[in-house]
Nanobody
Framework: QVQLVESGGGLAQAGGSLRLSCVALGRTFSRSVMGWFRQAPGKEREFVATISWGGDMTYYADSVKGRFTISRDNAKNTLYLQMDSLKPEDTAVYFC??????????????????WGRGTQVTVSS
C-alpha cells in the first residue's frame, strides 16, 4: 500500500506562484511514474503533468506548459509542482498520483493506482 500526502496549496493572486509538494509513504517511490492532476468545481479531473521514474522525462498539459514545472527528489520520496504565472483558471483541487508503469506519457486517471487527498489552489484575479 502507498500513501500520498499533498501540501502547499493556498491562495495566490493572478501572476503569482505556488509550490506544491507530495510525500509518498510505504512504497518504492523511485519506481513509480508520478503525476499531478487537478479538478475544478463541476469539472472532471484532468491531467496537469507527469514525470518519469528517474525524473529525466516530463510531460505537460498544454494549458500549463511553460508555466508549471514538475520535479521529484527520490531520496526524499517527494514530488513537486512549481506553479508560476498563475491564472484564475488554475483554481482547482490538485492531486498527486502514482502508478508502476514505465510510460510517463500515460495521463488517463484510471491508469493511476494511488492518489492523495488533494490540496486546494485558489487564484484570484
Amino acid at each position: 500500500q502507498v500513501q500520498l500526502v499533498e501540501s502547499g496549496g493556498g491562495l495566490a493572486q493572478a501572476g503569482g506562484s505556488l509550490r506544491l509538494s507530495c510525500v509518498a509513504l510505504g512504497r518504492t517511490f523511485s519506481r513509480s511514474v508520478m503525476g499531478w492532476f487537478r479538478q475544478a468545481p463541476g469539472k472532471e479531473r484532468e491531467f496537469v503533468a507527469t514525470i518519469s521514474w528517474g525524473g529525466d522525462m516530463t510531460y505537460y498539459a498544454d494549458s500549463v506548459k511553460g508555466r508549471f514545472t514538475i520535479s521529484r527528489d527520490n531520496a526524499k520520496n517527494t514530488l513537486y509542482l512549481q506553479m508560476d504565472s498563475l491564472k484564475p483558471e488554475d483554481t482547482a483541487v490538485y492531486f498527486c498520483a502514482a502508478n508502476s508503469l514505465r510510460d510517463h506519457t500515460i495521463v488517463a486517471t484510471f491508469r493511476y493506482d494511488y492518489w492523495g487527498r488533494g490540496t486546494q489552489v485558489t487564484v484570484s484575479s
